[in-house]
């Protein structure tokens, strides 16, 4: 196993991990919830009136529900990998325009290709394996002119905690996340066009280490990678871990764990991809040709 094979989360875990967390997840979602409406938020900035929606790793269904009263006249589908999650999803939808949600992988979309608008996706990405195939994913998806737009977490988050392990062995203890200009990369590499990153830091507080480990667990966010350690961790390594970070505590007595939020969002191309015919060739009309 490579050292980024060690990084990669384990899908079967991963489903579980989340599956286990979708009754309680919306009781320790604090910071989902306010990054999904600031990327709802980015919408104000942007001309567009999607038919259809395809709100990827929806997870219990917030942003989803407040896309559909956003765009009344659209058609909204939450995707996400954890059958328990779209149970809770379906419960926020409405009586008369109730959600349809699908079961699937951000890296294997079950949607025909050009059939969605405008892709969102709330802290989603730093689960997948492949980026590029994401994105390559959600272009494909998308109609002419549509619109990507995501939030992930970039690296500095939960540094406290990956700093902490780190004194008492070298294995995975917390999940790895993508720098926000690899994610840019990703996006050029996709050919979504005028692709726009940036990124911004929060601070959680909490009185104990255990309460934090506690909140991860119970949004089904603790470490489900290949490299972990097996087993039980000891309760003497635990009290190691809380000895550690006790060097962070702050001057009010707060411990924090910071988390960094990358945003970023890229336009589907204007025309439908030109395609090969039988012989290898691809046919451009002249008329879309420019001058440089």
């Known amino acids: 196993m490579s050292e980024l094979d060690n990084y990669r989360p384990e899908k079967a875990k991963l489903r579980d991990a989340f599956d286990r967390a979708a009754s309680r997840y919306d009781e320790v979602a604090v910071l989902q919830r306010e990054v999904g409406e600031r990327l709802l938020g980015r919408l104000d900035l942007v001309t567009l009136q999607p038919e259809r929606i395809l709100d990827v790793g929806a997870g219990t269904g ?26 809770q999803a379906k419960r926020r939808g409405g009586f008369l325009r109730p959600l349809r949600c699908v079961c699937g992988d951000a890296e294997a979309l079950p949607l025909a290709s050009n059939s969605v608008d405008l892709v969102f996706s709330n802290f989603t990405l730093q689960w997948c394996h492949d980026l590029d195939r994401v994105f390559a994913e959600f272009q494909r998806v998308l109609r002419p002119g549509g619109l990507v737009m995501f939030s ?8 406290e905690l990956r700093q902490s392990w780190s004194a008492v062995d070298d294995a ?4 790895a996340f993508i720098d926000m200009h690899d994610v840019g990369d990703a996006l ?12 911004e830091h929060f601070t959680l507080t ?9 909140d991860l667990k119970t949004l089904g966010a603790h470490n489900v990678s290949a490299g972990r350690r097996r087993g039980l ?7 190691k871990v809380y000895r550690a970070y006790e060097r962070f505590r702050d001057a009010e007595g707060r ?13 589907g191309p204007d025309t439908l991809p030109q395609r090969p015919d039988a012989t290898g060739a691809v046919r451009v009309p002249v008329s879309s040709l420019r001058r440089s």
Do not use: C, F
Not at 72 to 87: F, N
Not at 206 to 214: A, T
Not at 233 to 239: C, M, R, S, W
């Open 206 to 214: 909490y009185d104990k280490v255990r309460d934090l480990m506690g």
């Open 188 to 199: 050029v590499r996709a050919h979504l066009a005028e692709p726009v990153m940036d990124v």
């Open 172 to 175: 995975v203890h917390v999940n």
């Open 152 to 159: 992930t977490l970039g690296p500095d988050t939960l540094t």
């Open 233 to 239: 961790t000891g309760k003497g390594a635990l009290e």
């Open 255 to 267: 411990l924090p764990a910071t988390y960094e939020v990358v945003y970023g969002h890229g336009w």
């Open 62 to 87: 917030y942003a989803a529900r407040a896309l559909q009263k956003r765009y009344r006249k659209a058609e909204v589908i939450p995707l996400d990998i954890a059958p328990s999650m779209l149970r």
